[in-house]
């Protein structure tokens, strides 16, 4: 069936509120691969409470508005929706501790066609516990069995990576064990951690998911570009192509674009892209 646009243009989000110790944010860090070494002094900041720092994106796991897509007065078909994009921009240091609160609110629907389904863009702005605004978050979630509803509000769009040679490039191993501890933060859908759930669903085995590649490529732009310092990353929006599963190496393609970084992202054993049309903002 179509969205129903009437009652996504009102939804109202009640304003959530999470509040979380230097533990979490080491447990975020370790979800993505920080501290695969555990002497490289470059990571270590991120896993360790002497001079710990957050990783930006653990902000995707905060003030998680939940499985709302779920209610019937949406018109979504859940077992058809699928993460489609993922933008973040940074505008102060997230705390390594503390009480972050956050109200989201739709921001539009793309509608593609009766037979080629629709995205919903959803947003949240995270604030600290004095209201400075942290990160604004957008998330689109592209419902494949729900088109021919009707667009309203802003569309949002990313652009294509560079056809040149990548600038640079690095690959990470994803550890066997990512997703059962990345479900840790916030998602524990138990389709990233049942054998037979994840079967039923038509995968050979429990995927990834794809907030942890996501953060996997902060990690790799900070690595490559950023000397490991995580108040220089402004933004991070890319989309997501196809599934990734632990214990697989992604390589990550980056270029230098002006005052930003344009990047992408293969799994390595199967050639398959599953990262595109990247983008970082980064500041001096």
Avoid at 68 to 93: C, I, N, Y
Avoid at 131 to 140: A, F, K, P
Avoid at 217 to 228: D, E, I, N, S
Wanted: with cysteine; net charge neutral.
């Amino acid at each position: 069936m179509p969205l129903q646009l009437d009652n996504l243009q009102n939804w109202v989000f009640p304003e959530k509120s999470t509040t979380y110790a230097d533990r979490d944010t080491m447990l975020y860090a370790l979800s993505l691969g920080f501290g695969e070494d555990p002497c490289d002094a470059r990571e270590l900041p991120y896993v360790y409470e002497e001079g710990l720092r957050s990783v930006p994106t653990m902000g995707a796991v905060l003030c998680h508005p939940g499985a709302w897509l779920t209610d019937p007065r949406t018109g979504a078909t859940r077992s058809k929706v699928v993460h489609g994009e993922q933008r973040m921009t940074f505008h102060a240091p997230l705390p390594v501790q503390g009480t972050v609160s956050a109200r989201s609110r739709v921001m539009g629907v793309q509608d593609k066609g009766a037979d080629k389904g629709a995205i919903i863009h959803l947003q949240r702005e995270i604030r600290g516990a004095d209201g400075e605004l942290l990160i604004t978050l957008r998330h689109s979630s592209f419902c494949r069995a729900d088109g021919g509803c009707g667009s309203f509000g802003q569309a949002l769009e990313l652009g294509a990576v560079p056809e040149r040679p990548a600038d640079r490039s690095v690959e990470l191993k994803i550890l066997p064990q990512a997703a059962l501890i990345y479900r840790l933060n916030v998602d524990r859908n138990p389709l990233h951690a049942d054998p037979q759930k994840a079967q039923a669903a038509g995968f050979a085995r429990p995927p990834l998911h794809g907030l942890c590649t996501y953060g996997m490529a902060a990690r790799a732009l900070l690595g490559l570009w950023l000397g490991h310092d995580s108040a220089r990353l402004g933004s991070l929006d890319t989309r997501f192509s196809a599934s990734v599963f632990p214990g697989e190496t992604l390589r990550f393609e980056t270029w230098q674009q002006g005052r930003g970084l344009a990047f992408r992202a293969f799994v390595k054993e199967r050639g398959v892209k599953v990262l595109d049309c990247g983008w970082a903002d980064i500041r001096d």
